[in-house]
């Protein structure tokens, strides 16, 4: 079992930036995507950005062209990236841990607030 710690939440205006950090307790990018997920009050827990074993990236529509999601192998440490920060990017942000398409491990989840 992998441990995922997430890290760099917090309250940030609108236009902002933020870079989430999500600490692996070892070195697993060789062998699982790893992806944010987020989820806001009353809704549903959605994929945002995903970043696969051979590099390649997808985002939410919501999302793309703000976040950008990127990995440390040395650090066993993913990132993401978030600029011009909308109101509506607020909700709990989750690191999650993925082999064959399949979740493995889920951080504990950071929240991230967007208000002036």
């Known amino acids: 079992q992998v441990q995922l710690v997430e890290s760099g939440g917090g309250l940030v205006q609108p236009g902002g930036s933020l870079r989430l950090s999500c600490a692996a307790s070892r070195n697993i990018f060789s062998i699982y995507a790893m992806a944010w997920y987020r989820q806001a009050p009353g809704a549903q827990r959605e994929l945002v950005a995903i970043i696969t074993t051979g590099d390649n990236t997808d985002y939410a529509d919501s999302v793309q062209g703000r976040f950008t999601i990127s990995r440390d192998n040395a650090q066993n440490t993913v990132y993401l990236q978030m600029n011009n920060l909308k109101a509506e990017d607020t909700a709990v942000y989750y690191c999650?841990?993925?082999?064959?398409?399949?979740?493995?491990?889920w951080g504990q989840g950071t929240q991230v607030t967007v208000s002036s």
């Open positions: 999650n841990a993925k082999r064959g398409g399949t979740s493995v491990s």
